[in-house]
């Protein structure tokens, strides 16, 4: 697995196709659907945030990333616009970048399984088992240890389940003549 650092050069059809990723990622979360309030959340948002990575790398999908959540924050309305949520999901963007930038996705690989299976540990290990909980914990005053007993821990589920729609979705949209040409421009 090569993880690299790089960062692909910012052409417009690039940005052009982050802001529409951008766009898309903001209105597949409003499809959402919460579990548990505050707490858990299942959504599809993950391929567009693959796609992201995939394309910008892990430097612009940082970045982009960072501002898709605070522009979702800030055109929600609700006004509980938390620094260290916007900072989360930055990270989460490096990762996505860092996994899957200039990666063209086949079902028929089991390396391209296990790269998938690997993104998906340490990006769900780091946002929704780690760092989430933390947070809720400390803005919302719910334990760490409540968040757990009350279904948190049911998101181990989720895994298989974004695993197999990744490798189920990505080599599909990785045919689209543009998207292949911007996901293998920097190899």
């Known amino acids: 697995m090569k993880l690299s650092f790089s960062s692909p050069k910012m052409t417009n059809q690039r940005l052009v196709t982050l802001a529409m990723l951008a766009a898309l990622a903001i209105i597949i979360s409003k499809f959402s659907i919460t579990v548990i309030p505050n707490q858990l959340m299942v959504s599809f948002t993950f ?9 910008a790398g892990p430097i612009w999908g940082f970045i982009s990333l960072a501002l898709i959540d605070v522009v979702d924050n800030l055109s929600s309305g609700q006004g509980n616009f938390i620094i260290w949520w916007t900072l989360m999901e930055a990270v989460e963007g ?10 063209l996705l086949a079902r028929d690989e089991k390396k391209d399984w296990l790269k998938v299976t690997l993104a998906t ?30 279904g948190r821990w049911l998101k181990i589920f989720e895994i298989p389940l974004r695993i197999f729609v990744t490798m189920l979705v990505l080599p599909q949209l990785q045919k689209i003549p543009e998207l292949k040409k911007l996901v293998k421009a920097d190899k």
């Open 47 to 55: 391929i567009v945030n693959t796609v992201i990575g995939m394309v």
């Open 94 to 103: 490096f990762l996505y970048g860092l996994f899957f930038h200039g990666q």
């Open 121 to 150: 540990l340490v990006i769900m290990t780091f946002s929704t088992f780690l760092v989430t909980p933390f947070l809720v914990q400390t803005y919302f005053g719910t334990p760490f240890i409540a968040q757990y007993l009350a």
